[in-house]
């Protein structure tokens, strides 16, 4: 359906895509994450027709995209902001696009209710959209840009100004909905929580390159760096040397699965494989705090300083977390440990710099926001996509 080959996109001396070759089937979902300035906007922006590539070819159905105008494409985009047009109701929010193609009254009126129907608001025609909570906002904007029966569908951040319950409600409610529809998505978010709940295969993404690509599950279990590890919250990397089926590290000796490659490394251990015991058992460690992460509040990560090496985190049930100052001993579970092949890029800007989670920086708003170089670019509207400037009743 969707394959990059090559893309690359310079800002003056600044290259927000370098060679990115990105491929996406028909009926997939493929979610992109990365920090802010990684290029996953620029991404989106170049697949829609709305930045010219410098370099290499985007392919839609197997046809070069390069001389095809942004209402040429069959794509649809939807904004984190939503950009619904307030003078209009709900119901004329979405049958902006089938207006825009001259679809017929009859036709586009029936696309409408149906679309209300499959996103949770039959009957919401008339409503205004100034009236509606963020959640039907988004539901509204989710409907207008499927209206058009886009081939290809792409969201910018699609729940990022919803709460996080709604967005955890929401994010499933989309993915039985593109399964439904058989819709091929391409979505952008800096949420890993988010896109492995949404999609069929996740994208990293640093400094305008793939840092990894694979299943959720593949991405989670195996990161392919220590970038992505601590990208996606993980804490507990130690530089180790692999003999057989132990490392010596800061922390001590630790076991290995087997089959890890012998020699110098970085090991991730995840805190659900450190387990807390009498401190005469393991490495003995003094608690720091405890925190509760990831919505789940039965779960707790404790912050631990070895008496040797650097912090460590553990995971625990809240009933068998320790109090804070108590003396355990970490013992390391082989299953959670894994040896990172990717180069080592911690040195590469400060966590601040790498990490931060607002791809447009904060404040600003998705038709006036900054380029991946911190230029700014113009307005978008929703009319761009359909060749036409935006109504003046819009």
Do not use: Y
Request: charge should be negative; proline fraction near 7%; charged fraction near 25%.
């Amino acid at each position: 359906m969707l394959r990059l080959d090559g893309v690359t996109v310079r800002f003056g001396t600044h290259t927000a895509l370098d060679a990115v070759d990105l491929e996406v089937s028909a009926h997939e979902t493929v979610c992109v994450l990365g920090p802010s300035g990684s290029g996953k906007s620029t991404l989106l922006r170049v697949v829609a027709g709305l930045q010219r590539a410098d370099e290499g070819r985007v392919l839609l159905s197997g046809r070069d995209q390069s001389a095809v105008p942004p209402h040429k494409r069959g794509v649809g985009l939807m904004f984190q902001d939503h950009q619904l047009f307030p003078q209009r109701d709900v119901a004329g929010n979405v049958a902006f696009g089938p207006r825009m193609h001259r679809t017929g009254r009859a036709e586009t009126e029936r696309r409408v209710a149906e679309l209300l129907e499959l996103v949770g608001l039959p009957g919401a025609g008339r409503r205004s959209v100034t009236a509606l909570s963020g959640g039907e906002q988004q539901r509204v904007a989710l409907a207008r840009a499927l209206a058009p029966e886009p081939r290809l569908l792409m969201l910018d951040e699609p729940l990022g100004q919803l709460d996080r319950g709604l967005r955890e409600r929401l994010v499933v409610e989309l993915r039985a909905l593109f399964q439904r529809l058989g819709t091929t998505v391409l979505a952008v978010t800096h949420d890993h929580g988010e896109a492995f709940a949404l999609a069929d295969r996740v994208v990293v993404m640093r400094e305008g390159r793939i840092a990894q690509t694979g299943t959720p599950l593949e991405v989670w279990q195996r990161p392919a760096s220590p970038f992505v590890a601590r990208f996606l919250g993980f804490d507990n990397l130690v530089p180790a040397t692999v003999v057989g089926q132990a490392a010596d590290t800061a922390w001590g000796t630790l076991p290995v699965p087997e089959g890890t490659p012998r020699g110098t490394t970085r090991l991730l251990v995840r805190p659900g494989g450190v387990s807390l015991r009498a401190p005469q058992e393991g490495l003995r460690c003094t608690v720091e705090a405890r925190t509760f992460r990831g919505g789940d509040a039965s779960t707790v990560t404790v912050l631990l300083r070895p008496h040797d090496g650097p912090p460590l985190e553990a995971a625990c049930t809240l009933r068998d977390a320790p109090e804070e100052g108590a003396e355990v001993g970490a013992v390391f579970d082989p299953r959670e440990v894994v040896a990172l092949t990717g180069p080592d890029e911690e040195s590469v800007g400060t966590d601040e710099e790498v990490f931060e989670t607002d791809e447009d920086g904060p404040g600003t708003d998705a038709r006036d926001a900054e380029t991946d170089d911190g230029s700014s670019r113009p307005g978008l509207f929703p009319g761009q996509l359909f060749g036409e400037d935006v109504p003046k009743d819009a």
